[in-house]
Nanobody
């Protein structure tokens, strides 16, 4: 199973980005999917997750109202829409599957840089 994140870039504060995470090797329809991020010099932190049963979203308090996670099982892809970007959103964004066969799988990350 491989996860390929894309969609990052450099944007000005207040802008938007849509990150994508394409999964290959296994259908994602039965798995919880999540996005984490890591700002420069900081610990990795949870950003958002979406369940496989009802596609219910969950968000870190720091991103509620600005981030929107969604999944397209037909395309085997998970998305993270990020609006009203702030400089503190700068970092590497990782998609991951928390539990697939008893282990977690991470993508390679995509860089988001927000300039003020």
């Amino acid at each position: 199973v491989q996860l390929q994140a894309s969609g990052g870039g450099e944007v000005q504060a207040g802008g938007s980005l849509r990150l994508s995470c394409k999964v290959s090797g296994r259908p994602i329809s039965s798995y919880l999917m999540a996005w984490f991020r890591q700002a420069p010099g900081k610990e990795q932190e949870f950003a958002a997750a979406v369940t496989w049963t009802t596609s219910s979203p969950y968000y870190a308090d720091s991103v509620k109202g600005r981030f929107a996670i969604s999944r397209d099982n037909d395309r085997n892809t998970v998305y993270l829409q990020i609006n009203q970007l702030k400089p503190e959103d700068t970092g590497i964004y990782y998609c991951m599957i928390p539990d697939i066969g008893g282990r977690s799988i991470w993508g390679q990350g995509t860089q988001v840089t927000v300039s003020s």
